[in-house]
């Protein structure tokens, strides 16, 4: 038996300017069929002495929120291996 299931990622990044300083916040979303539903958040600072490269801010937001996301997913599966096997989960 094969099964394939498609999980979708929605990806939404927000920048504020003032002055020389800029932060930019991303915030993804993952909702998969079973109902999982999950946020995560990350943000960055432009430091005003630095170069004004948009990008770079948007770089590191999203991996952050990323690294945010996959860290809860792990909290979830953890909690679903407790569940079936009435063991705990132990990080390899």
């Not at 020389?20 to 993952?30: C, F, I, K, P, Y």
């Not at 630095?50 to 997913?73: C, F, K, T, Y």
């Not at 909290?75 to 990080?91: E, F, H, K, T």
Request: proline share 4%.
């Amino acid at each position: 038996m094969q099964t394939t299931k498609r999980w979708n990622v929605d990806v939404v990044v927000s920048e504020e300017s003032e002055g020389d300083s800029a932060r930019t916040w991303a915030e993804v979303g993952l909702a998969t069929d079973d109902g999982t539903a999950l946020r995560g958040h990350g943000m960055a600072r432009k430091h005003p002495t630095d170069m004004d490269v948009p990008e770079i801010g948007e770089e590191l937001a999203v991996s952050r929120a990323l690294s945010d996301l996959s860290r809860q997913l792990r909290q979830v599966a953890a909690a679903d291996i407790n569940d079936y096997s009435g063991l705990p989960w132990r990080p390899t």
